[in-house]
């Protein structure tokens, strides 16, 4: 599942391979080719940037837009090495400098110019980026405050609140934050705000560096909460029923 921290290694894996490079860009599946994706070959690889579950490849006037929803991925392989999967299911291949980076599936991959992406809804619209550098908690409680009536676990998903924040982020942070998912926005405090935004910049930052870890609740409904024993517990949230994972005791509900 592709959230900030992933695409934030993708650009930085982009970085360490192909920036710098003049790409050959080629399209095995229609889908790429409906894309444009020849149009980068012969172009050089300026720059890779991560905003929130988007990857923003510069190729100067152009830049290639990538979003892996929920099942896409990027891969990278030494030139001549076998992919893990069929060429021909490739939407993207770019190659340079002794790598092949190979794009399969996705609900976004498409061609920009330059001077327009920042004006393109899917970026300019995007919250606070829970991993950018200039992080600041206090812009992520203003954008939250202007949704009051949200539930905190269904409010850290809107990407237009906060960027990056995926499901599995989304329950973890609220558990080291000792915080009900379920509370209104509005019921919380500043600092409780703060504190989630918090949690959850810790967690990706360190998942972007080190690799993800054990989950403390993500997918052990029933299982043993680490702090106190509760079995976890896990119900679907919000509009997309996104499955919520917390515990009772560790995250209680507030009281009055």
Same mark, same amino acid.
């Given at each position: 599942?592709?959230?900030?921290?992933?695409?934030?290694?993708?650009?930085?894996?982009?970085?360490?391979?192909?920036?710098? !490079?003049?790409?050959?860009?080629?399209?095995?599946?229609?889908?790429?080719?409906?894309?444009?994706?020849?149009?980068? @070959?012969?172009?050089?690889?300026?720059?890779?940037?991560?905003?929130?579950?988007?990857?923003?490849?510069?190729?100067?006037?152009?830049?290639?837009?990538?979003?892996?929803?929920?099942?896409?991925?990027?891969?990278?392989?030494?030139?001549? =090495?076998?992919?893990?999967?069929?060429?021909?299911?490739?939407?993207?291949?770019?190659?340079?400098?002794?790598? !092949?980076?190979?794009?399969?599936?996705?609900?976004?991959?498409?061609?920009?110019?330059?001077?327009?992406?920042?004006?393109?809804?899917?970026?300019?619209?995007?919250?606070?980026?829970?991993?950018?550098? @200039? $992080?600041?908690?206090?812009?992520?409680?203003?954008? +939250?405050?202007?949704?009051?009536?949200?539930?905190?676990?269904?409010?850290?998903?809107?990407?237009?609140?906060? =960027?990056?924040?995926?499901?599995? $982020?989304?329950?973890?942070?609220? $558990?080291?934050?000792?915080?009900?998912?379920?509370?209104?926005?509005?019921?919380?405090? @500043?600092?409780?705000?703060?504190?989630?935004?918090?949690?959850?910049? @810790?967690? +990706?930052?360190?998942?972007? !560096?080190?690799?993800?870890?054990?989950?403390?609740?993500?997918?052990?409904?029933?299982?043993?909460?680490?702090?106190?024993?509760?079995?976890?517990?896990?119900?679907?949230?919000?509009?997309?029923?996104?499955?919520?994972?917390?515990?009772?005791?560790?995250?209680?509900?507030?009281?009055?």
């Amino acid at each position: 599942m592709a959230e900030g921290d992933t695409i934030l290694r993708l650009a930085r894996r982009f970085e360490a391979t192909l920036v710098g !490079e003049t790409v050959a860009a080629s399209a095995p599946s229609p889908r790429g080719r409906a894309a444009g994706i020849e149009r980068l @070959d012969g172009r050089r690889l300026e720059s890779a940037e991560a905003r929130g579950k988007h990857l923003l490849l510069g190729f100067g006037d152009l830049s290639l837009h990538s979003h892996l929803g929920m099942n896409g991925g990027w891969h990278f392989y030494r030139r001549g =090495a076998r992919w893990r999967r069929p060429r021909s299911s490739a939407w993207a291949v770019l190659s340079g400098g002794g790598w !092949e980076a190979v794009e399969f599936g996705g609900p976004t991959l498409k061609l920009v110019a330059a001077g327009r992406l920042r004006r393109d809804p899917q970026i300019s619209r995007l919250g606070p980026d829970v991993l950018a550098a @200039d $992080f600041d908690p206090d812009a992520v409680i203003a954008a +939250m405050r202007a949704d009051p009536s949200r539930g905190l676990g269904d409010a850290l998903l809107d990407q237009h609140l906060v =960027a990056g924040i995926g499901n599995i $982020f989304k329950s973890e942070a609220c $558990f080291a934050a000792r915080l009900d998912p379920w509370q209104q926005v509005d019921d919380l405090t @500043d600092g409780q705000l703060r504190d989630v935004a918090q949690a959850a910049n @810790d967690l +990706m930052r360190e998942a972007a !560096e080190q690799g993800r870890g054990d989950r403390a609740v993500y997918k052990r409904a029933g299982r043993p909460c680490p702090r106190c024993g509760t079995p976890i517990r896990s119900r679907g949230q919000g509009d997309a029923n996104r499955t919520t994972y917390w515990c009772p005791v560790c995250q209680p509900p507030a009281s009055g």
